[in-house]
Structure formats: structure tokens, C-alpha cells
């Protein structure tokens, strides 16, 4: 996969970016040049609420689209009626505007992501001032680098992102995030030693529902960091961010107060899956296959069932959307729900084949097929004299598995032209494909290996040809989501492959 040399820049703007304080930014990116962007004139670490900032209609307009599209993939703000723009830092602001105007169907007048990356740049005065920063702005100094490693995945500057990640997850391990639920060590006067712990207790002052407030919004940040590193490896093959990194955290609470965070349970599980069968051992010879076969079925075990309940928790937001009175919280649980059983299937995917094909030239780490692709089934072991059996089982279950990714799009899309109200005309990009998170360009060339797979070991032409149109389908995903985040083109690239391999296939019925 090729990678991107960096950040392209506005021509309105200059490609340097300031390095100093955030008062160098406030001298370059205000109202008054071409950036435009919100920054604070004051950035003194003794003022908790930022002045005032211009709301345009151009920046609810963002705003709204926001909620209504990135928040059910990346949900890091509060709820829509609590929001206060005034007092969110200009980073956050800027990174958040930058993310929603990829969704926008009007002309954007400011360009909010240089004017992000401009502030995530500049130091400010609070971050240099302590090691410890006020909690608050912790978080949400995080929040915009998160909205910002999805947007420069997204517009196909993938180590860029990884760099953000990086960094982000710098700044969390050295405000003890990481162990903030760790227990409290104590010095033999007593003393506490790790100060990074939040104190658990049932304290009944407001300060103590404040701190568990705090404590539980920096669990779902974290969590949002984890998942994001998850799936960008995949996605791209690059190393962890995470790797070998100490985790003691807990999950976010699921309770009635918190309904638009009872995914994450589930989400956790799904995506360690999904890495677990990224990670299983290629079986190249039988002795191999032999050890790894209990591991086989205990993974395609939890898979399994990890599937099944997100399917009961998808159908139970689905019949929440279907009300009259949609509440944005069970649109945010439908979309993760969606999306962990795509990953499940596409750990499946991932799974059977390091079983049955590991010998395939299929790179589980850029979803790519390479080359030469697979033409028949006889040269799927052509660098093998002496080629193993192929499970049936594993075979099928990257079939129907691969299916499944393709039929849950289907629905998704049908379902999107139900829910359709008559509207004249939105501005903004309603069409249900783009409406996914960037990450799932990854999961179409997934489900187009498995076609594959399936055209090559077809028993009739039709079953080949399903298959087949299984894999145009993909192309069509992919082409669509590619008009909002460019990085959909890599994939396409890649199928590019996959399509040679089964046209010269289909040839030989």
C-alpha cells in the first residue's frame, strides 16, 4: 500500500505550520485571513470557560451535521441539547468542524482542518505550563486528535494518522490513563505512589459525581483511542500503537443514564476478535494445523456468539430508530452494532483462511489480494508441491461469511430508503454508503477475497456468478465511499486484483 508523503495544504494558507505558543496561531488564523478557524484570544491556564466565538450558520450547519453522521461511528461529544459551543476549545471545535465538512453539501467557506492542525501544532500555555493539565482539557485536547487521525485515515494520509494516534496516545500515557483504574499502590509511610488511579468509592459531594462523571468520559476516550488503533492496524498493516502498553481501565458504564454507551462492551469484544484471528498462526503444514485446530474452533466459537448478540442488540436500536421519536443514542448503538457484526464476519474471514489457505497470497494486514491472484483453485497452493487438504468447513465459512458483509450493506441500504423522508433537497450527504465510517473500505475487500474464494470453488456457474456480482457490488461500495473519504481508492486498487482473478475463472465455465 502505498503511503501518503503528508498533509496537503490550502492553497489560502501557508504549508508552515506555527510551532510555538497558541498565540502565534491566534495571529494566523483568526477571521482575518484566509484559514479562518476559531482560536482563543486568551489561552491563560487560570480561565476554565474560553471566551466567546463567532456561531455562524455555516458552523451549526457543521455541527448538525456532526450528530446526525460522524457521532453514530465516532461518538466523542455530549448530547446535542447540552452542547455549548462557547466553551468548547477551538481545537476541538476545529478538528470536529473539519471532520463533519466531509458530509457537507454546501460550499465551506473556512478551512477548518488547516486551522486544526495549525492549533494542534501550536503549544498552549496550559500543556507546557504542567505535566498535569486540568483534567477537562485533557479530554478534550484528545477528542480533537481522534477526530483528527479519523480524518487524515479517511482522506488517505494513513501514517499521518498513525502519527496523530501516536502522539495522542503519548499524551494519555503520560497523564496515567492508561492505570487510572489500577490499584493504588502505597509508599511504607503510607502515601500513595501511583497518583495516575482514580480513588474508587460511593462519595456523595458533587465534587465526587463530578470526578465519576470525569472518570467515565475519559474511559470512553480511551476506549475510542483502543478501537481506533485496532482497526487502523488492520486497515493499513502498520504496528500497534498500543503494542505492549500497560492497560488497567476499566469499561464504560452501561446504564440508563449513559444508553448511547452500551456498545461498548460488545465493541471491545468484537474488535479483539477480530485482531485474535488477524494474529492466528499461519497453518502451513498439518503438524501446524493440528496444534492450532482447538484454537480454530474456541475463536470461531466466540465469533459466533459475539456475532449473535450484536445481532439482538442491532435489532433492538433498529426497532428504537423505527419509532416516531428517534433518540440520536439508539442511532449511535445501531451503527456500532452494524459495524461489530461486519467485523465479525470479516474476523471469520480473516481466520479461516491463516487456517485452510495460509499458502494464498492474501495480505490479511492491507485486506489486499496480491500477485500473482488466485486464477483457479488448483493455484491456490502453487508454490506448494505438496499442498495440504482444504478443510470444507473453513471454505465455507469464508463463503458464507463473506456473503453475510455483503447482505448486511444490502440491508443497510434498503433500510436507508424506508426510513426516507420526501426532502426537496439536504445539504448534506444522506446516501446510507457514505454514511459508514471510513474504516469499512478495509471490510469490503474482505468480503471481495471471500467472493473470490467462492467463484474459484464454485460446483455451478450461477453460484459462481452470485459471486461474482458479490464483488461488483463491492466495487460499487467502494466507488461511492471513496467521494467522501478517499483512502475507499486504496481498496479499489487492490480489488482491481481480485476482479482479474475471478474473470479468468468465470472463463474457464
Known sequence: ?????????????????????????????NGRTGCGGFVSPNSSDDVD???????TPEVLHLIDIFYIIPQTFLPLLPPRQTLNLHTMP????????????????????????????????????????SPIPPSGRQTQRLQAMLALTYLEFGVGNIEESRELLRKAVELAVSWSWNIMDAPILRSLAGQPIHQGGILSGT??????AELGMEAEQKRRVWWEIWATDIMLEIASGLPRVLENIPCHINKPVANPQNAEYKFYSLRIKSLSLLREASDFPPCTSAAVRLENTDRLRCLDAMIDNAFMQSHGAWIDASSECSQDECRRDAVINRNMFFMNMVMLNAASVH???????????????????GSPPPYTLSSFH???????????KSIAKIISQSRLIMSLFRHSHQSSI???????KKDYLDEDIVRHSPFCSCAQATAAFGSAIEVATASSKWQAMAAKSNIDAVQHVLSRLKRVWPVAARFEEELAQCQQAVESTLRLW
Open 90 to 129: 477551538p481545537l476541538l471545535l476545529n478538528a470536529i468542524l473539519a471532520l463533519a465538512t466531509r458530509y457537507s453539501a454546501r460550499k465551506i467557506s473556512v478551512d477548518y482542518r488547516s486551522a486544526a492542525r495549525a492549533l494542534l501544532t501550536a503549544q498552549p500555555a496550559w500543556l507546557l505550563a
Open 1 to 29: 500500500m502505498t503511503r501518503s508523503p503528508g498533509f496537503p495544504t490550502s492553497d489560502s494558507c501557508s504549508g508552515a505550520l506555527p510551532s510555538t505558543t497558541e498565540s502565534t496561531v491566534d495571529a494566523t488564523l
Open 203 to 208: 462519595g456523595t459531594s458533587k465534587g465526587s
Open 49 to 55: 470557560v474560553l471566551p466567546s466565538v463567532a456561531i
Open 351 to 369: 481466520l479461516h483462511r491463516r487456517y485452510a489457505l495460509p499458502e494464498l497470497n492474501f495480505s490479511v494486514g492491507s485486506c489486499a489480494l
Open 382 to 392: 502453487q508454490n506448494n508441491p505438496d499442498p495440504l487438504p482444504l478443510p470444507a
Open 418 to 424: 424506508t426510513r426516507a423522508r420526501p426532502v426537496l
